[in-house]
């Protein structure tokens, strides 16, 4: 069983930033970010996979940057010039897998607030 820690969550004026982290207690193959909105289905933010390729939602590109450290088995999201509707949970999300199979993990999630 992977357990993750996150951090970083707050409050921040539009136009600012945040910086997400989170640490699994283990190894893992692809980490990333998902958030959810009062009253909307969780969306993935950001993805990286073990060897460093990421994927990026569209309303976040050139906004958000995703990087890991594998020593650490930590994996970071940098959210620059921040909007109100990044405003949601986010929830940190890893799995292992295997020849025969995968496991997800998820964060208890970290709030995010960004006022206009």
């Known amino acids: 069983q992977v357990q993750l820690a996150e951090s970083g969550g707050g409050l921040v004026q539009a136009g600012g930033s945040l910086r997400l982290s989170c640490t699994a207690s283990?190894?893992?193959?692809?980490m990333g970010w998902y958030r959810q909105a009062p009253g909307e289905q969780r969306e993935l933010v950001a993805s990286i996979t073990g060897g460093g390729r990421t994927n990026y939602t569209d309303t976040v590109k050139g906004r958000f940057t995703i990087s890991r450290d594998n020593a650490k088995n930590t994996v970071y999201l940098q959210m620059n010039s921040l909007k109100p509707e990044d405003t949601g949970v986010y929830y940190c999300?890893?799995?292992?897998?295997?020849?025969?199979?995968?496991?997800?993990?998820w964060g208890q999630g970290t709030q995010v607030t960004v006022s206009s």
């Open positions: 999300y890893a799995d292992r897998t295997g020849r025969y199979y995968h496991l997800d993990y």
């Open positions: 283990g190894i893992t193959n692809n």
